[in-house]
């Protein structure tokens, strides 16, 4: 150790004490204690001892409760406990064993057997302490590393997110919008028994990261197409709804480079797939009805025209909250899941929260 260990010295015998000091400072800092009541008290104050050497059999409080006293408490636990007694029976050993001591020397004090004894397990002490010390290090390079790695995360699927929108003058800040509606249904959501095996909290962090991938297929559609003014025709529209196929090819095609198959952006691809399926399988690309439909797709799609009802369009005025609300929920069971459709009644104004913090300006 860099610095002289300090060492304990809890007996009731002064003899004891007198000869344990004389052979332990010379190496160590050692300080003392003439009962258990003290010993704590000692431990409590300032930087804990390195070490403690215990007698067992003291008045009121014997070096068994004394040990376990210390091991029940977070900072004293790890502190190396050596007996000191003349109790020689098997059960006795065990009974200190079991309470967590680390070794046992019997009286009389054999001095070559006291110092090699506290010599080794002082330096088994600053092994443990320095493995502990290098987890420690190592967990916080973990726990930053994932943070980052999140945060990258997070950063890509905006990014993404942002590109298609960008294209798309009229959508302001509709990716905060939906990503935070999305979030607030899949919470609200979380304890019902349809959906609780889903909506794990990580699951609910990912639908977060991934909602802004929903639109992302914009960037396939032509201009002509995407910012056209007036209404689309047949031809028009059919292009415009493959914005989906866009959308999920694009990201299909970024997972190839990760390994996991249930990576961060595989509900990205979902969402920008599926989120135009309707429950009454009247939506598109592929005419799913029902449960058949991701939740992911689900909750975006009431999102999205949560969102788009009360946004500003060419083609209409922003509607209000409470007009919103009433087609959401006119449309049950034919565009939307009932069981989502109800988890948004429930935390309306919550959305309406959510739009007034993220409006976009005039």
């Not at 509607?319 to 989502?340: L, N, Q, R, T, V």
């Amino acid at each position: 150790m860099s610095e002289k260990a300090t060492i304990l010295i809890v007996d009731d015998t002064p003899d004891n004490i007198s000869l344990l000091n004389g052979l332990l400072k010379e190496t160590y800092k050692t300080k003392v204690a003439n009962t258990g009541e003290k010993a704590l008290k000692v431990v409590s104050m300032g930087s804990p001892p390195d070490l403690i050497l215990l007698d067992i059999m003291m008045p009121e409080m014997d070096g068994y409760e004394v040990c376990q006293r210390l091991k029940e408490s977070e900072s004293t636990r790890e502190i190396p406990v050596i007996f000191l007694t003349a109790k020689t029976q098997v059960e006795d050993e065990q009974k200190g064993f079991d309470l967590g001591a680390v070794d046992y020397i019997h009286k009389p004090i054999s001095p070559p057997i006291l110092l090699a004894r506290v010599r080794t397990h002082l330096k088994l002490k600053e092994a443990n302490d320095f493995l502990r010390d290098q987890n420690q290090i190592l967990e916080d390079k973990v726990e930053l590393r994932t943070k980052q790695i999140g945060q990258l995360q997070n950063v890509t699927m905006i990014a993404m997110g942002a590109m298609a929108e960008s294209r798309d003058p009229e959508t302001g800040n509709h990716i905060r919008r939906t990503q935070h509606f999305v979030k607030l249904l899949a919470s609200h959501l979380k304890n019902h028994p349809k959906f609780r095996n889903y909506l794990t909290p990580d699951r609910i962090e990912l639908l977060y990261k991934s909602s802004p991938l929903h639109d992302i297929g914009k960037v396939g559609v032509p201009d002509q197409i995407l910012l056209k003014p007036g209404r689309l025709t047949d031809e028009e529209f059919a292009e415009m709804k493959r914005h989906t196929v866009y959308g999920r090819n694009a990201i299909k095609a970024a997972e190839k480079h990760l390994d996991d198959p249930d990576n961060f952006l595989s509900i990205g691809r979902e969402i920008a797939y599926y989120h135009h399926e309707k429950w009454d399988g009247a939506g598109y690309m592929e005419g799913l009805a029902g449960e058949d439909i991701p939740i992911s797709a689900r909750l975006m799609a009431l999102a999205d025209v949560y969102d788009a009802l009360i946004s500003k369009r060419v083609y209409k005025p922003p509607f209000p909250h409470e007009k919103a609300s009433d087609i959401i929920k006119e449309s049950a069971g034919a565009h939307f899941d009932p069981d989502i459709v109800n988890a948004f009644i429930e935390i309306s104004d919550k959305f309406n929260e959510v739009a007034k913090t993220f409006a976009d300006p005039d």
